[in-house]
């Protein structure tokens, strides 16, 4: 057998350039996402991480349109599926996108689905809408769609409500849902975080098995990097509404690019019971998203910051194929800034 | 659900009784003996009465007489006519009253529905603002200024146009049950509109909707099948204590409009010490609210699936 021709690289699924999302509140303008860029890959895995309250919940719901506004505002930015606009709209041409080529799950299973509708109607009604099916052969189809979620009996399991399913279950419902008319793209929303730990593998390994079989798109949303070791192709970190670091997963944990990086690593929980591993958790907190500091967000908390990090914002520094980093110690002056990173980052088992 | 409604019913039965001995130990907490003031009555009535209801004898065995008789559903005789029985006037009044409260029941709960989605649907906009104002105003005005001030409008609109577009009093025609029920609703209306508003506002705001949206389901869709759905039902909940009120405020406005319902009935009954009328109605209407109560219980059950199941 000859070798597979390296696939000639396609454009993206997804497009996202300087989305910026604001909320106008009592107490002033929230900045919630601040000049947000990324892109997504046919059935590649994009797991956006960063602590909470780093805006990674409003990026996505700005692109599926589900920003209050008011008090939400879409300041600036582009977002293109396919090279068409869906920033700003909930339709390509005059057909509503969501459901039928980006699906959504969330963070809290409990309480995302409508409590006095049936399991399988809530999963069926997308399939009606999108698809013009008749009730029946949709509801036909919600119980496939079930059992394709490894839920046990999806057939009874189909005609009963949301209170008579457990966490698990019903996130697994909520991924029957929201793939029910085989979308390019799923958006994940920390669809773990409300599950028991046990449950949370089964969930993922799910996500994954199907991400697989239907060559679907994931954006994974989390604050835990063991579920982006677990998942993730392509990694962005996120502090407080910008992406200050972007690479393979690869990139992330074993050449990180910026100091924040190398800070929720040392915060992750290791694997190796083993490993003398304490949990450093960052110090201090996010800055105040009604008037961002002037230069680098991280500043006040970053172990390496220099005078010039509280004046200037840094720029994207690229320091690999598809991987850069949003700190000056990458810049030519901060000599030997680079490899201050990447031994803060060395991992506390390697260093006896 | 079968087991639940005979818990219901029982329950029920045990409420009628309480009201039953409630009424029977005020009736008889009054001063005064529930034949002294009958005017024209001979000697040989008030003997036969007496010996009817054992009027002449110790508390304790009049109760019991009483409790055999209600249980037999014999509600007794009037006391100021002859040869009424309270049954009697019961089947020829209740019906009217009933027609009254069910109509401003509907109009109460189809009004609150459609208002309160309304004003949340566009909160903080000029028809929030206007139809919560009009809300404070329902809760706050007796609803026999509201009789009163309607009947003078329909007075003076008759007039002005010369013809009667509609009855301002009696009793017979749709057209003479509108504004007696508009009138008598009005209060609930305004409170279930402001329950439903508050309801409404968190379902807009809930996770579920947002799930919808993220479908891509249409907005009518949502509204209907998601939101609407879900936002009734508090109303549903307090549509038994909502028919209590209702019931209640018929006694004003059958009054005040001249309709001849029970209503009315009861209170010529009290001014009258009409003893077994007074009796006979308190005891009926608070079956008939237990009931209500009961039903409407039943009708959340088919609503909500969560408490179908347990
Ligand atoms: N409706 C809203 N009104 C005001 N501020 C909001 C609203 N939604 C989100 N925010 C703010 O936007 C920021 C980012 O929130 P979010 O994207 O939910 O964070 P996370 O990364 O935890 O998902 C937070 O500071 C939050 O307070
Ligand atoms: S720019 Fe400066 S403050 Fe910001 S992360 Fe880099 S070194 Fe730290
Ligand atoms: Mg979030």
């Given at each position: 057998?000859?070798?597979?021709?390296p696939?000639?690289?396609?454009?993206?699924?997804?497009?996202?350039?300087?989305?910026?999302?604001?909320?106008?509140?009592?107490?002033?303008t929230?900045?919630?996402?601040?000049?947000?860029?990324?892109?997504?890959?046919?059935?590649?895995t994009?797991?956006?991480?960063?602590?909470?309250?780093?805006?990674?919940?409003?990026?996505?719901?700005?692109?599926?349109?589900?920003?209050?506004?008011?008090?939400?505002?879409?300041?600036?930015?582009?977002?293109?599926?396919?090279?068409?606009?869906?920033?700003?709209?909930?339709?390509?041409?005059?057909?509503?996108?969501?459901?039928?080529?980006?699906?959504?799950?969330?963070?809290?299973?409990?309480?995302?689905?409508?409590?006095?509708?049936?399991?399988?109607?809530?999963?069926?009604?997308?399939?009606?809408?999108?698809?013009g099916?008749?009730?029946?052969?949709?509801?036909?189809?919600?119980?496939?769609?079930?059992?394709?979620?490894?839920?046990?009996?999806?057939?009874?399991?189909?005609?009963?409500?949301?209170?008579?399913?457990?966490?698990?279950?019903?996130q697994?419902?909520?991924?029957?849902?929201?793939i029910?008319?085989?979308?390019?793209?799923?958006?994940?929303?920390?669809?773990?975080?409300?599950?028991?730990?046990?449950?949370?593998?089964?969930?993922?390994?799910?996500?994954?098995?199907?991400?697989?079989?239907?060559?679907?798109?994931?954006?994974?949303?989390t604050?835990?990097?063991?579920?982006?070791?677990?998942?993730?192709?392509?990694?962005?970190?996120?502090?407080?509404?910008?992406?200050?670091?972007?690479?393979?997963?690869?990139?992330?944990?074993?050449?990180?690019?910026?100091?924040?990086?190398?800070?929720?690593?040392?915060?992750?929980?290791?694997?190796?019971?083993?490993?003398?591993?304490?949990?450093?958790?960052?110090?201090?907190?996010?800055?105040?998203?009604?008037?961002?500091?002037?230069?680098?967000?991280?500043?006040?908390?970053?172990?390496?910051?220099?005078?010039?990090?509280?004046?200037?914002?840094?720029?994207?520094?690229?320091v690999?194929?598809?991987?850069?980093?949003?700190?000056?110690?990458?810049?030519?002056?901060?000599?030997?800034?680079?490899?201050?990173?990447?031994?803060?980052?060395?991992?506390?088992?390697?260093?006896? | 659900?079968?087991?639940?409604?005979?818990?219901?019913?029982?329950?029920?039965?045990?409420?009628?009784?309480?009201?039953?001995?409630?009424?029977?130990?005020?009736?008889?907490?009054?001063?005064?003996?529930?034949?002294?003031?009958?005017?024209a009555?001979?000697?040989?009535?008030?003997?036969?009465?007496?010996?009817?209801?054992?009027?002449?004898?110790?508390?304790?065995?009049?109760?019991?007489?009483y409790m055999?008789?209600?249980?037999?559903?014999d509600l007794?005789?009037?006391?100021?006519?002859?040869?009424?029985?309270?049954?009697?006037?019961?089947?020829?009044?209740?019906?009217?009253?009933?027609?009254?409260?069910?109509?401003?029941?509907?109009?109460?709960?189809?009004?609150?529905?459609?208002?309160?989605?309304?004003?949340?649907?566009?909160r903080?906009?000029?028809?929030?603002?206007?139809?919560?104002?009009?809300?404070?105003?329902?809760?706050?005005?007796?609803?026999?200024?509201?009789?009163?001030?309607?009947?003078?409008m329909?007075?003076?609109?008759?007039?002005?146009?010369?013809?009667?577009?509609?009855?301002?009093?009696?009793?017979?025609?749709?057209?003479?049950?509108?504004?007696?029920?508009?009138?008598?609703?009005?209060?609930?209306?305004?409170?279930?509109?402001?329950?439903?508003?508050?309801?409404?506002?968190?379902?807009?705001?809930?996770?579920?909707?947002?799930t919808?949206?993220?479908?891509?389901?249409?907005?009518?869709?949502?509204?209907?099948?998601?939101?609407?759905?879900?936002?009734?039902?508090?109303?549903?909940?307090?549509?038994?204590?909502?028919?209590?009120?209702?019931?209640?405020?018929?006694?004003?406005?059958?009054?005040?409009?001249?309709?001849?319902?029970?209503?009315?009935?009861?209170?010529?009954?009290?001014?009258?010490?009409?003893?077994?009328?007074?009796?006979?109605?308190?005891?009926?209407?608070?079956?008939?609210?237990?009931?209500?109560?009961i039903?409407?219980?039943?009708?959340?059950?088919l609503?909500?699936?969560?408490?179908?199941?347990?």
């Open positions: 057998m000859t070798a597979p021709a696939p000639a690289k396609q454009p993206p699924l997804l497009t996202v350039e300087n989305l910026q999302v604001e909320f106008e509140t009592y107490g002033g929230v900045q919630a996402v601040r000049g947000v860029s990324f892109s997504v890959e046919a059935g590649k994009l797991a956006i991480v960063g602590e909470s309250g780093c805006g990674k919940s409003v990026t996505v719901q700005a692109l599926m349109g589900l920003v209050p506004m008011p008090p939400g505002r879409l300041k600036s930015g582009t977002a293109e599926l396919r090279g068409r606009n869906i920033l700003g709209t909930s339709q390509i041409d005059g057909l509503d996108f969501r459901g039928r080529e980006i699906g959504m799950i969330f963070q809290d299973p409990m309480t995302s689905l409508n409590p006095t509708m049936t399991i399988g109607r809530q999963i069926a009604e997308t399939l009606e809408v999108h698809l099916w008749s009730r029946k052969k949709a509801f036909a189809r919600a119980i496939e769609l079930l059992d394709m979620a490894r839920i046990p009996e999806a057939a009874q399991r189909a005609k009963q409500y949301p209170f008579e399913f457990s966490g698990g279950m019903l697994r419902a909520m991924i029957a849902m929201a029910a008319c085989e979308p390019a793209i799923l958006i994940a929303d920390e669809p773990t975080t409300a599950l028991d730990v046990t449950i949370q593998a089964q969930v993922l390994d799910l996500l994954g098995d199907l991400q697989r079989e239907h060559g679907t798109a994931i954006i994974l949303i604050h835990d990097l063991g579920v982006v070791a677990r998942m993730a192709d392509e990694v962005a970190v996120m502090y407080a509404g910008q992406i200050v670091e972007r690479g393979s997963v690869d990139d992330i944990f074993y050449r990180p690019a910026h100091p924040y990086t190398v800070g929720l690593r040392a915060a992750m929980p290791s694997n190796n019971p083993d490993a003398e591993h304490r949990l450093l958790p960052i110090e201090g907190s996010p800055p105040d998203l009604f008037s961002p500091p002037a230069g680098c967000a991280y500043a006040a908390r970053c172990p390496h910051a220099m005078r010039i990090c509280s004046t200037h914002e840094p720029a994207p520094f690229v690999g194929a598809d991987h850069y980093g949003k700190c000056w110690l990458h810049h030519e002056k901060a000599a030997g800034g680079a490899s201050m990173i990447a031994a803060a980052a060395a991992p506390p088992e390697k260093k006896s | 659900m079968l087991s639940y409604t005979i818990k219901r019913l029982i329950q029920g039965l045990i409420t009628v009784w309480f009201i039953a001995t409630a009424t029977f130990l005020a009736m008889h907490a009054v001063p005064g003996n529930p034949l002294s003031g009958a005017k009555m001979n000697v040989e009535i008030r003997q036969n009465l007496e010996r009817k209801y054992g009027l002449n004898k110790p508390v304790g065995e009049q109760y019991l007489i055999g008789n209600l249980a037999r559903g007794g005789i009037s006391f100021t006519q002859k040869n009424r029985e309270v049954n009697d006037i019961i089947r020829e009044h209740f019906p009217v009253s009933a027609t009254l409260g069910i109509m401003a029941v509907v109009f109460a709960a189809l009004g609150g529905a459609l208002f309160g989605a309304l004003t949340a649907l566009n903080n906009k000029w028809p929030d603002t206007v139809i919560m104002l009009a809300v404070i105003l329902g809760i706050s005005v007796p609803s026999f200024v509201f009789a009163a001030f309607s009947q003078l329909v007075v003076k609109i008759n007039a002005l146009l010369g013809i009667s577009i509609l009855p301002v009093a009696g009793w017979g025609t749709v057209s003479h049950m509108l504004l007696p029920s508009l009138v008598l609703g009005l209060g609930t209306m305004a409170y279930l509109t402001r329950l439903m508003r508050s309801s409404m506002l968190e379902i807009i705001n809930s996770d579920y909707i947002r919808a949206n993220a479908k891509g389901l249409p907005q009518t869709r949502i509204f209907l099948q998601h939101e609407m759905r879900n936002a009734i039902l508090p109303l549903v909940t307090v549509l038994g204590p909502s028919i209590a009120g209702i019931t209640t405020g018929s006694f004003v406005v059958e009054l005040v409009f001249a309709i001849p319902g029970l209503g009315r009935y009861f209170v010529q009954a009290v001014q009258q010490l009409d003893y077994t009328v007074i009796m006979g109605t308190t005891v009926f209407f608070g079956a008939f609210l237990v009931l209500m109560v039903l409407v219980d039943l009708l959340y059950g609503i909500d699936p969560r408490v179908r199941v347990s």
